[in-house]
């Protein structure tokens, strides 16, 4: 079974940088879209940012213009840039693939901005 793993959350001060990355599993199977979900405390997980496999991005308001998303295909990859850090973005961050008509979920990776 194909499994997601994230990495790169942490601690960093409000307007800092972080970089979250996630790799699939060996597969092979495509990989359809793939993206990046936030959970803060006590709210729901919400959409942050998504890319087909042909690169098409889409992203949520409140990150246009500081979070970028990319993917390499050849490494069942997803990565998540994240500038202009605000404590709003404090929360667990999972990435999701879609793939054989089902989504997978990674286990989340924590991400603290200290204002």
């Known amino acids: 079974q194909v499994q997601l793993v994230e990495s790169g959350g942490g601690l960093v001060q409000s307007g800092g940088s972080l970089r979250l990355s996630c790799a699939a599993s060996?597969?092979?199977?495509?990989?359809?879209?793939m993206a990046w979900y936030h959970q803060a405390p006590g709210k729901q997980r919400a959409l942050v940012a998504s890319i087909t496999s042909s690169g098409t991005t889409t992203y949520a308001d409140s990150v246009k213009g500081r979070f970028t998303i990319s993917r390499n295909n050849a490494r069942y990859t997803v990565s998540l840039q994240m500038n202009s850090l605000e404590p709003e973005d404090t929360g667990i961050y999972y990435c999701?693939?879609?793939?054989?008509?089902?989504?997978?979920w990674g286990q989340g990776t924590q991400v603290t901005v200290s204002s």
């Open positions: 999701n693939a879609y793939m054989r008509s089902s989504y997978i």
């Open positions: 060996r597969t092979s199977f495509s990989i359809g879209t």
